[in-house]
């Protein structure tokens, strides 16, 4: 099997494993607790808590944790509304291509009248047009959030510049960082957000759970309905076994961030000359800014679910988008700008790598490829000359 879907879920790493055993054995204690095996276990918490805050450069105070990606976006925006100095009608400025968890969220919050939502387009390079964010600002616009890199097509968002802009109006800016945390360097943009959410299974760390980080600048508030843990935002037991684990990857991802991203820039680079010089009929989208481990691309002339059972029945691992969106016919949205028509939508789809894949893997995956698509325009003609005859 050759795995090649890391955007939406990774296998965890010995080092993850390796701490969540041992906490889970060892410091199983709750860390809300006032003995002294929950105050063991607060121990590791504030240990995990300090080793994210050290990769942000802030204080172990504006990181709190979640239960993963999705609730961690969901509770950002819900505290920066609620922190807004902006006390009656708010309005929330969004792109039309962010991450189902927000997008649908969002697409809630506009139906109330205490909340108005403008969704931007995507410009023709799959980026937000600044100048266009910026002429929807109102006096009453309490936030801003954009994805800094999008799962589908790679496409990094200028989040420093737009971050830049919004200072200037006192704007709230929140950027999902889910794709982009462990795989591209965070820091240049981190001086300019307000808050960035994460998540650990993007990263080899555990399932269920993921993170916050806060601007020093942002004055949260309590959760309305009483709540005791991470600052009062949430309530629930913290997992700490999974936090610890989630740390321990975050840093190791931190420490090899830039000769991972050396390998994925020649592992991308290798998987379209091979496709190219192959004439495989795959056609990589493409953009100025991308993060090299999401490689999207349209087929020529079959749908995507079934190009993605035909690599699966080969023994490789592909998507056609989004795993949150499964169940939904929808084309992912962050695609638009790359396509003509819903048809060529369909014949979406993505692979994304990780430091583990190999060039073995590459050629592999290009061979299959050539297999693929030479049956498939065979089967093509000979119906085209069957219903032709």
């Given at each position: 099997m050759v795995y090649c879907d890391y955007a939406a879920t990774t296998p965890?790493?010995?080092?993850?494993?390796?701490?969540?055993?041992?906490?889970?054995?060892?410091?199983?204690?709750?860390?809300?607790?006032?003995?002294?095996?929950?105050?063991?276990?607060?121990?590791?918490?504030?240990?995990?808590?300090?080793?994210?805050?050290?990769?942000?450069?802030?204080?172990?105070r504006q990181i709190v944790f979640t239960s993963g990606g999705t609730e961690s976006n969901l509770l950002a925006v819900d505290s920066l509304?609620?922190?807004?100095?902006?006390?009656?009608?708010?309005?929330?400025?969004?792109?039309?291509?962010?991450?189902?968890?927000?997008?649908?969220?969002?697409?809630?919050?506009?139906?109330?009248?205490?909340?108005?939502?403008?969704f931007l387009p995507l410009g023709v390079d799959g980026q937000i047009d600044i100048e266009?964010?910026?002429q929807t600002v109102q006096p009453h616009t309490s936030l801003v959030s954009i994805q800094h890199v999008s799962g589908e097509t790679?496409?990094?968002?200028?989040?420093?510049?737009?971050?830049?802009k919004l200072k200037e109006q006192d704007i709230y800016f929140h950027s999902d960082a889910i794709q982009s945390f462990g795989k591209i360097d965070l820091e240049p943009i981190l001086p300019h957000v307000d808050c960035l959410t994460i998540s650990s299974h993007k990263i080899f760390g555990p399932k269920g759970v993921g993170a916050i980080y806060?601007?020093?600048?942002?004055?949260?508030?309590?959760?309305?309905v009483i709540t005791n843990h991470e600052h009062g935002l949430r309530p629930g037991t913290v997992d700490v076994p999974a936090i610890a684990s989630f740390s321990a990857s975050a840093l190791q991802q931190k420490q090899q961030i830039s000769h991972n991203k050396k390998h994925l820039t020649y592992i991308r680079e290798l998987f379209?000359?091979?496709?190219?010089?192959?004439?495989?009929?795959?056609?990589?989208?493409?953009?100025?800014?991308?993060?090299?481990?999401?490689?999207?691309?349209?087929?020529d002339f079959v749908?995507?679910?079934?190009?993605?059972?035909?690599?699966?029945?080969?023994?490789?691992?592909?998507?056609?988008?989004?795993a949150c969106s499964i169940g939904y016919t929808n084309i992912p949205r962050s695609i638009s700008p790359f396509i003509s028509d819903r048809e060529?939508?369909?014949?979406?789809?993505?692979?994304?790598?990780?430091?583990?894949?190999?060039?073995?893997?590459?050629?592999?995956?290009?061979?299959?490829?050539?297999?693929?698509?030479?049956?498939?325009?065979?089967?093509?003609?000979?119906?085209?000359?069957?219903?032709?005859?």
């Open positions: 965890m790493s010995d080092i993850a494993l390796e701490v969540y055993q041992d906490v889970a054995k060892n410091f199983f204690g709750n860390a809300s607790s006032l003995h002294d095996t929950g105050g063991k276990a607060m121990d590791i918490l504030d240990q995990a808590r300090a080793i994210l805050a050290d990769i942000f450069h802030t204080q172990p509304l609620r922190a807004s100095p902006i006390k009656e009608k708010k309005h929330i400025i969004t792109s039309e291509a962010e991450h189902s968890s927000l997008y649908y969220y969002f697409q809630e919050l506009s139906k109330s009248e205490d909340i108005e939502v403008t266009e964010l910026l790679g496409v990094i968002q200028p989040i420093a510049d737009i971050g830049k806060f601007h020093p600048q942002v004055t949260l508030l309590p959760h309305p379209c000359e091979k496709l190219k010089n192959l004439e495989v009929p795959l056609r990589p989208i493409t953009s100025p800014a991308q993060c090299p481990s999401i490689v999207g691309c349209i087929a749908q995507g679910d079934y190009v993605m059972l035909e690599y699966n029945r080969n023994g490789i691992d592909i998507s056609t988008g989004s060529e939508g369909n014949r979406y789809i993505r692979f994304s790598f990780s430091h583990l894949t190999t060039e073995q893997d590459i050629s592999q995956i290009v061979e299959i490829s050539n297999r693929i698509f030479v049956r498939m325009k065979e089967e093509r003609t000979n119906y085209e000359k069957k219903i032709n005859w």
